[in-house]
Structure formats: C-alpha cells, structure tokens
C-alpha cells in the first residue's frame, strides 16, 4: 500500500516525531554514557586479590611491581591505534618519572589471562601499587590529562 508523500507527512506530524525524539534522546544518553567511561580509571569494585585474583594473574604474565611506586600493565593489541597513542604516552611519562614502571602485553597472545582479568577491549591498563595490589583499570585511551595526573600521584611530579 502506498501512501505517498501526503502519508509520510501526516505519519512525521503525529507518531513520527515522537518516535524520532525518543531515538535521539536514547542515542544522546548513550553516547554521553560511553564518553564519560572511555579512558575513565575505574577502581575494581569487589575483585579479590588472593589466590587466583587480578594480581596473581598479573605475576602469571611476569609483571613485578615491587621495584616501582606505580606500575602500570597495558593490554594491547598489533592492530590498535590507540594502543601505540597510549604506549608512546606512558612510555614518555616513565623517562621523566623514576617511580613508574611500564610493562606491555600483547592481548592476543595471552587470550587466558584476557579472559580472566575480562579485558574487553584495548588499550586496557591496569594499575599496581609497590605492593601489587590494583589500584584501579581503564578500558579505552586514557586522556592525556587524567593519565599524567594519576602518575603524578603516585610517583610524584616529574623528575
């Protein structure tokens, strides 16, 4: 049945336009959501780090934090270009920061501890205290300002 330009005008003039409004507002909020997460530090709510925990894993892949104030693992992958953006950061921040260490490992060549520590996505970073404990994780580029300012926490301003 067709009903031509007259139907769709009178369609968009009632039901239409609602249908419109509630998409855009859903795809707004949704949008706005995922910004806000992406990058965002995000310290793990209710993970154990005993046996078999984030950290255990972590020592599995031969990530020993005890020689720095903060060590941060990133999870990457070859085909990431986030990944190199976040790399080269972090990798800046420890020549000029004694107290950072950084450790890389490629995702796809540890697919079981990705799937333990449930890294959906790369970059993802976790970071470590003296003592190994997770301080927190980011799935997603950290931005550049929050990144340094959390370094800068741990491991004091630049040398």
Not at 56 to 82: I, K, N
Not at 96 to 123: C, F, W
Request: net charge neutral; hydrophobic share 40%; with cysteine.
């Amino acid at each position: 049945m067709r009903t031509g330009p007259a139907g769709f005008v009178r369609w968009m003039s009632g039901t239409g336009v609602a249908v419109l409004a509630v998409v855009l507002v859903l795809t707004g909020g949704a949008a706005w959501w995922l910004r806000a997460r992406d990058g965002a530090v995000r310290v793990p709510a209710g993970e154990e780090d005993g046996v078999g925990g984030p950290t255990a894993v972590l020592e599995g892949l031969g990530v020993r934090p005890g020689d720095a104030d903060l060590t941060v693992v990133q999870f990457s992958t070859a085909f990431c270009g986030p990944c190199r953006t976040t790399r080269a950061r972090l990798q800046h921040l420890q020549a000029s920061r004694p107290g950072l260490a950084y450790v890389h490992v490629d995702a796809e060549s540890h697919l079981d501890a990705v799937r333990e520590l449930d890294v959906r996505r790369t970059p993802t970073l976790f970071y470590l205290d003296r003592e190994g404990r997770v301080l927190g994780r980011s799935s997603g580029a950290p931005r550049p300002e929050e990144l340094t300012a959390l370094v800068d926490a741990h491991t004091g301003p630049r040398a």
